[in-house]
C-alpha cells in the first residue's frame, strides 16, 4: 500500500505494511500517513495487557499520547484515535485507521445500528461502537451499513483523538 506522509511529520520511508505490527517502534507514535484512497492511519502502542481486534475502537490516553487503550463512553468521542483495522497484541505497535470513509467498526453488545446512523462509543462493551440518531459532539462516524449488537460493520469516521 503505498502511503503518503502528512505535512509536519516524519519524511521517512514507510516500509512497512499498514497490517504489520512491531515489538520496537518503526515510527514515532501519533506518525500519520496517508494512503493512496485518502485514508488515514496514526502509529500507535497497545499496552493494555491484551490485544485489539479488528473493529475496537481505541481512544487516545489521557496525556494526549498515543499509547492507546479501547475507547469508554465515559471518556467521549474527543479522544477517539482511530479503530483498529487487524489484530494488534499487547506490548506492539501498529497502525490504526484515524480517518476513512469505509472501514470496519465493532459495535457494542447490547446496541446495534442501522444504515446512516451516526456513531458514538458503546455504553457498554469497551472498544466498541453504538448507532444514535441526535448530532451531537459524541459522534465519531457514521453506520454504512445495519448490524445487530455485537457485529462488526463498514463505517466512515473521523477520529479527532
Known amino acids: 500500500m503505498a502511503l503518503t506522509i502528512l505535512p509536519g511529520k516524519s519524511t521517512s520511508v514507510l516500509t512497512d505494511l499498514i497490517t504489520d505490527c512491531f515489538t520496537t517502534p518503526s515510527h514515532a507514535i501519533g506518525t500519520k500517513y496517508q494512503d493512496s484512497t485518502g485514508n488515514i492511519w496514526i502509529y500507535v502502542f497497545n499496552n493494555t495487557g491484551s490485544a485489539f481486534a479488528a473493529g475496537d475502537v481505541l481512544m487516545a490516553a489521557a496525556d494526549g499520547s498515543y499509547s492507546v487503550a479501547k475507547a469508554t463512553a465515559a471518556r467521549g468521542a474527543r479522544l477517539v484515535a482511530g479503530v483498529a483495522q487487524h489484530a494488534i497484541a499487547d506490548q506492539k505497535y501498529g497502525w490504526i ?43 465519531f462516524g457514521r453506520a454504512l451499513a445495519t448490524g445487530a449488537a455485537g457485529a462488526t460493520i463498514l463505517a466512515s469516521f473521523d477520529c479527532q483523538g
Not at 469505509?102 to 451516526?118: E, M, P, R
Not at 455504553?123 to 453504538?130: I, K, L, M, P, Q
Open 97 to 139: 485507521k484515524r480517518t476513512t470513509l469505509s472501514g470496519s467498526v465493532k459495535l457494542d453488545g447490547t446496541t446495534g445500528a442501522t444504515a446512516g446512523n451516526l456513531l458514538r462509543i458503546g455504553a457498554v462493551t469497551a472498544g466498541s461502537a453504538e448507532g444514535h440518531t441526535s448530532v451531537d459532539r459524541d459522534s
